[in-house]
């Protein structure tokens, strides 16, 4: 008999509380990696994504998520990141800045708002001024960062990491 049995889904974990976790999201160039963001999000059981712009998931990609995470779109995110920071969140920006911290070495608050840049262009000065915290993801090599949804999913399991809870 073998050590392990090979078992294809295992029901998710139970979360004691809910995920104090939110996702605020730049206007996004490729609908792709935000459907990418949004089914590893349903993983982390994250269940909300502010997103600014013109925000639309693919089903195919996003998955259940579609059904469990509410997805919010606002023509702009500044005001919405204020509202969010004087309900109590912390806000964390991903991106790479002369200040940010080491994901590695980072305590996340239990309510964080992750914010997350455009591919390109990366977080907004006045996206920037807005947060408590910017966090980056070290790399060993070329291009100099991870892609958009790779790094939103790094940065979400290390939350999860840290409050397996919820």
């Given at each position: 008999?073998?050590?392990?049995?090979?078992?294809?889904?295992?029901?998710p974990r139970q979360l004691t509380q809910p995920r104090g976790l939110l996702l605020?999201?730049?206007?996004?160039?490729?609908?792709?990696?935000?459907?990418?963001?949004?089914?590893?999000?349903?993983?982390?059981?994250?269940?909300?994504?502010?997103?600014?712009?013109?925000?639309?998931?693919?089903?195919?990609?996003?998955?259940?998520?579609?059904?469990?995470?509410?997805?919010?779109?606002?023509?702009?995110?500044?005001?919405?990141?204020?509202?969010?920071?004087?309900?109590?969140?912390?806000?964390?920006?991903l991106e790479q800045t002369t200040n940010s911290s080491d994901l590695h070495h980072?305590?996340?608050?239990?309510?964080?708002?992750?914010?997350?840049?455009?591919?390109?262009?990366?977080?907004?000065?006045?996206?920037?001024?807005?947060?408590?915290?910017?966090?980056?993801?070290?790399?060993?090599?070329?291009?100099?960062?991870?892609?958009?949804?790779?790094?939103?999913?790094?940065?979400?399991?290390?939350?999860?990491?840290?409050?397996?809870?919820?």
């Amino acid at each position: 008999m073998p050590k392990f049995e090979h078992l294809r889904h295992k029901a998710p974990r139970q979360l004691t509380q809910p995920r104090g976790l939110l996702l605020a999201c730049a206007p996004l160039r490729s609908n792709v990696n935000l459907s990418r963001i949004a089914r590893a999000a349903g993983c982390c059981g994250v269940e909300r994504i502010v997103c600014a712009g013109k925000a639309k998931l693919d089903p195919k990609i996003a998955r259940d998520a579609c059904e469990s995470i509410q997805l919010e779109s606002h023509r702009s995110l500044a005001p919405v990141l204020k509202k969010l920071k004087a309900e109590g969140y912390t806000l964390v920006g991903l991106e790479q800045t002369t200040n940010s911290s080491d994901l590695h070495h980072y305590q996340f608050d239990r309510r964080t708002v992750l914010v997350i840049g455009n591919e390109r262009q990366g977080l907004t000065e006045d996206l920037l001024a807005e947060l408590d915290a910017v966090i980056e993801i070290p790399v060993w090599g070329m291009p100099y960062s991870y892609n958009v949804a790779t790094a939103t999913v790094m940065a979400m399991y290390e939350y999860c990491r840290q409050y397996p809870e919820g």
